[in-house]
């Protein structure tokens, strides 16, 4: 990735936060990187190399600033944006593929040879994926040593590092200190919420509506999986290790969470895939000023800016509630799906660490233990046709994505191929535009993405003044590409 020195060092020297994430400061002079909002004095030019990731400047021997934390900023947005093979192997990096599979396992996924896959990720990143996943396993570590109690053995395990030697090498090297020495910087900081919980800040680019996110998931929260209680966003996850609960709550600057794991090695998936539930690595900037350019949406950009596109920790339940969703209430769903969700409850969904709530199973909690992950592929296909409150064929094509999911011929994942998915869904019988292009806005991260046959969407044009017609509103829509998904939020808030 081309970085233009002249813009980047503006950046740098007028601390603009909207560019953390972006690209890295190197100093030359210290031997440390920063982020370009870092509040020490600006380097000389001389002394400044700029890198495309946290993992370019380790390689080129730098050590992360304690004092703005580089490994903490928000991530680039184009990883998300991004439909191409480094954008989703950037996103499989995050929810930790390498290092449950190596890079062997990455490269299969993708339908790439691993040398061309080095050569594609170098080129953009001035790292290949072993580095990268080198990068996220050290701010992992560095998370488990400040925020957990947890041996420091059991940290380079749960970190994903191969042994205790590797473990402390890298922590040595990229924040210049031993994990000892970074324990010992915690203070007297008090380890929140026990075994098995982590308390942490998730960093997001001003501006941020937390109301529209809140309003948005509580309209939609499912019984048992979610709910939204004192301004925040409770749900349960379902990680490759084991099940886990998160509590986010918005706030000045960045998202607190508090995660509750059953394994600590689940510790990156997870706040990868809260990061992309609550969009937090978007670039707002970018999005509003082009929605602004719209005299009919500018008012509406104007009094709310920030407004996010939540995305999902679950491709597959995604893809279940768009296709309950058809041609109903979103109430109406949400009965059906719960129904659903008693057929799959069983006593496992509720433990954490040993924990176990099954008088409330799959009913809301005063706290996020009582609530579960939704039900996976190979478990709806397991229920008989009792469970489903629904059409018989409506059901049929629940279990043909089902049965798509579990076989590995459907991928919703992060990772996932959004223009191959997007064809398997729709080569399902009862699979129509409009779920399709829902499970690519929300499972999929597809931020071009409009509805013009929704009716929320027609509402919300109508309510501003924009043609509900959809084939007159998708011609009009052409003018906010390439944010076309965030469009279709705000028209939803309009209606």
């Not at 020490?40 to 700029?50: L, S, Y």
């Not at 924040?175 to 900081?189: D, F, H, I, K, Q």
Request: hydrophobic share 40%.
């Amino acid at each position: 990735m081309e970085l233009d020195f002249e813009r980047c060092y503006r950046a740098v020297d007028s601390r603009d936060q909207r560019f953390d994430g972006w690209f890295y400061t190197g100093v030359t002079s210290t031997g440390i990187y920063c982020r370009p909002s870092c509040p020490a004095t600006t380097p000389k030019r001389q002394n400044v190399r700029f890198f495309p990731s946290a993992a370019a400047a380790q390689g080129a021997g730098l050590r992360a600033c304690r004092r703005c934390r580089p490994d903490a900023a928000p991530g680039s947005p184009q990883w998300d944006v991004r439909a191409d093979v480094v954008g989703r192997a950037m996103r499989l990096i995050a929810d930790g593929v390498v290092d449950r599979d190596g890079v062997p396992g990455l490269a299969a996924r993708l339908g790439y040879t691993e040398r061309h896959l080095h050569r594609m990720l170098r080129a953009e990143l001035g790292a290949g994926p072993l580095a990268l996943a080198r990068a996220q396993r050290a701010q992992t570590a560095r998370i488990l040593i400040e925020t957990t109690g947890l041996g420091l053995a059991e940290v380079a395990f749960a970190a994903g590092f191969g042994s205790v030697r590797q473990f402390n090498d890298t922590v040595r090297e990229v924040y210049g200190a031993t994990p000892s020495e970074l324990r010992v910087s915690r203070g007297g900081r008090r380890v929140a919420g026990g075994a098995g919980t982590i308390t942490l800040r998730l960093a997001y680019r001003p501006p941020l509506h937390a109301k529209a996110l809140l309003d948005f998931l509580a309209l939609r929260a499912l019984p048992g999986v979610e709910e939204v209680r004192d301004g925040a966003y409770h749900r349960g996850l379902r990680l490759p290790h084991g099940p886990g609960t998160v509590s986010l709550t918005p706030a000045d600057g960045h998202v607190a969470a508090t995660l509750r794991l059953a394994d600590m090695r689940d510790l990156a998936p997870a706040v990868a895939r809260c990061r992309r539930l609550l969009d937090l690595d978007a670039d707002p900037t970018a999005v509003d000023a082009t929605l602004a350019a719209d005299p009919v949406l500018a008012p509406a950009v104007a009094a709310e800016p920030g407004v996010r596109l939540p995305h999902a920790v679950d491709g597959f339940e995604m893809a279940v509630r768009a296709i309950t969703t058809q041609q109903i209430s979103l109430r109406s769903a949400r009965t059906t799906l719960t129904h659903l969700l008693a057929a799959t409850a069983h006593p496992a969904d509720h433990e954490v660490d040993g924990e176990v709530d099954l008088q409330n199973s799959g009913q809301p909690h005063d706290r996020p233990l009582g609530l579960r992950a939704f039900p996976s592929a190979e478990e709806v296909l397991s229920v008989d046709d009792r469970a489903f409150r629904m059409p018989g064929a409506r059901r049929e094509t629940i279990r043909a994505v089902a049965r798509a999911v579990a076989d590995g011929e459907l991928d919703l994942a992060p990772g996932g191929d959004r223009e191959e998915a997007v064809r398997r869904l729709t080569a399902l019988p009862g699979v129509g535009p409009w779920t399709a292009g829902y499970v690519a806005m929300r499972a999929l991260g597809d931020p071009d993405v409009l509805l013009p046959t929704d009716l929320g969407v027609r509402r919300g044009a109508a309510a501003l003044g924009l043609p509900d017609d959809p084939k007159i509103l998708n011609s009009y829509a052409d003018r906010w590409r390439p944010w076309r998904s965030y469009a279709v939020i705000r028209l939803w808030r309009a209606a």
